[in-house]
């Protein structure tokens, strides 16, 4: 069974760096397209960051150059650089990646979510 388990969620301060993983288990024949959404108190969830199996970046507007998002495919990981945090990126961070698996076939999966603090 297909499992998305995220880790390197904490409490920065302003101004701060996280480094967030993605590593997707489970008998995974191909993995298309990865990315990394956000969901704050009482908002709703937006994307922060995707890639494409062949490495095609886009980024939301509001990530104006501070992050980066990276995938090993050989580890079936995706990855999401957070530099230079502010306060008002305080989020659970979810990975989701769209994934075609024995016997499921091809779907989309989400993570557990990370918490990621931005707080002086």
């Known amino acids: 069974q297909v499992q998305l388990v995220e880790s390197g969620g904490g409490v920065v301060q302003p101004g701060g760096s996280l480094r967030l993983s993605c590593a997707a288990s489970?008998?995974?024949?191909?993995?298309?397209?990865m990315g990394w959404y956000r969901q704050a108190p009482g908002k709703q969830r937006e994307l922060v960051a995707a890639i494409t199996s062949g490495g095609q970046t886009n980024y939301a507007d509001f990530v104006a150059g501070r992050f980066a998002i990276s995938r090993d495919n050989a580890k079936n990981t995706v990855y999401l650089e957070m530099n230079n945090l502010y306060p008002e990126d305080t989020a659970v961070y979810y990975c989701n990646a769209d994934i075609y698996s024995v016997p499921r076939g091809r779907d989309k999966y989400w993570g557990q979510g990370t918490q990621v603090t931005v707080s002086s």
């Open positions: 489970g008998t995974i024949i191909a993995i298309y397209d």
